[in-house]
């Protein structure tokens, strides 16, 4: 299997955007990256 690799400025407003839904509601942040982590490995698994 293939390690899904981000561009530089994809990760650094996959990371913001993680932050902001997390300042809007505890929790929040980390369900979204959950669910991102999911879309990665669909993709890995499923090129």
Same mark, same amino acid.
């Given at each position: 299997?293939?390690? /899904?690799? @981000?561009?530089? %400025? %994809?990760?650094?407003? +996959? +990371?913001?955007?993680? !932050? @902001? +839904?997390? +300042?809007? *509601?505890? !929790? /929040? !942040?980390?369900?979204?990256? %959950?669910?991102?982590?999911? *879309? ?8």
């Amino acid at each position: 299997m293939m390690p /899904l690799r @981000y561009h530089e %400025a %994809a990760e650094e407003e +996959l +990371l913001n955007e993680i !932050g @902001y +839904l997390e +300042l809007q *509601a505890k !929790g /929040l !942040g980390r369900r979204f990256f %959950a669910e991102v982590r999911r *879309a990665q490995d669909r993709i890995v698994q499923f090129p």
